[in-house]
């Protein structure tokens, strides 16, 4: 295994595409000293408030904070929509570019408002909308990959499942890349499971594994993907239809993520289970936007598949001991490494 210090030392030379949902996360912190009178539900005293882009753009986030150059591609909703001003404004301080980024009028701007009293989450209230992209929308993304993914080391699918994401879209994303020899991830949404063939990798964790099991096994024609249990409990189990998973989407790997169980890594032939580096755990939230980011900017610098994952694995531990969708940088990483 080569040094993982010298391929995080590569992380800067980096350039890549994040494609997919985009939205607009709210935090509004407080602290609870009484009940209301009007229902048993408690009272938040607010004291602060912040906006950071997530989806797609917290994994552009992720990347930029570890020094490499990213590009965001997908749509937000109504210009005068202030979720679409505020989350133009934070990308803009995070140094992300969005020349991808395209506007669809009389749709919202995904807003997720998370209340946080102490270190507590105690409610989300979501503003969204999830039908399909108007077809003129559609036709400027597709011209944009068209005429930008070879100008990148790698592209990132990231489906949240808010409408961007059609088949066709991902089918031809995956393509694109293909076609100029680019790596391509995917963090999955499992009713598109099979739209992710011939991907470099893609990133699902246990339950959007166990998903995906149900969802291929009811769309196979041909009866070719024989896994017969849907759960992952043990690690035969997971074994199995990480294996079967990887041969039917004919992938060149699959990094199932586990938790507090660690990660396991597939390859044709061979297959490795990687345990946690977590040492304490605040938040899990947004911490599979961390691996696929990390793991990506490895591959991109040189890294084998086993050498990305023990990185992506690292980054995550660091992740999840923060509170809220945090992201890692180089001398965090480097300095848990050591």
């Not at 999830?130 to 011209?143: A, C, M, P, T």
């Not at 591959?299 to 084998?304: E, F, H, P, T, Y």
Request: with cysteine.
């Amino acid at each position: 295994m080569k040094d993982l210090r010298k391929i995080i030392g590569k992380f800067n030379k980096a350039k890549v595409l994040v494609v997919g949902d985009l939205i607009l996360d709210q935090y509004i912190w407080g602290d609870v000293e009484r009940i209301s009178p009007e229902a048993p539900v408690p009272v938040v005293c607010a004291n602060k408030r912040n906006y950071v882009p997530g989806g797609a753009a917290n994994v552009a986030n992720n990347i930029s904070a570890l020094g490499a150059k990213v590009s965001l591609c997908g749509i937000l909703g109504d210009r005068q929509d202030p979720a679409t001003e505020m989350f133009q404004h934070q990308a803009k301080k995070l140094g992300i570019d969005t020349k991808g980024v395209f506007f669809e009028e009389g749709r919202k701007t995904t807003l997720k408002t998370r209340i946080i009293a102490g270190h507590q989450q105690v409610v989300r209230v979501d503003w969204e909308d999830v039908h399909s992209i108007s077809q003129n929308v559609k036709n400027k993304l597709f011209k944009y990959l068209g005429d930008n993914i070879k100008k990148f080391d790698a592209v990132i699918i990231e489906d949240y499942g808010k409408g961007l994401l059609d088949r066709e879209l991902t089918a031809d994303i995956i393509k694109n890349a293909q076609c100029f020899k680019k790596i391509v991830t995917v963090d999955p949404k499992e009713n598109n499971f099979d739209c992710y063939k011939h991907a470099t990798c893609i990133t699902p964790n246990r339950k959007e594994a166990q998903n995906a099991i149900r969802y291929l096994k009811m769309n196979d024609r041909g009866n070719l993907f024989k896994v017969y249990k849907e759960t992952l409990f043990t690690d035969d189990d997971i074994k199995n239809a990480g294996e079967k998973i990887l041969e039917y989407l004919q992938l060149e790997s699959l990094l199932i993520t586990l938790g507090e169980g660690g990660m396991w890594l597939f390859e044709k032939g061979n297959n490795k289970r990687i345990p946690t580096q977590a040492q304490e755990v605040f938040d899990v939230s947004g911490a599979g936007d961390t691996v696929i980011s990390s793991f990506t900017l490895a591959l991109c610098a040189g890294a084998s598949k086993l050498e990305a994952a023990h990185i992506a694995n690292f980054a995550a531990g660091i992740v999840v001991g923060k509170l809220g969708t945090a992201v890692t940088n180089c001398a965090e990483l480097l300095k848990r490494i050591r």
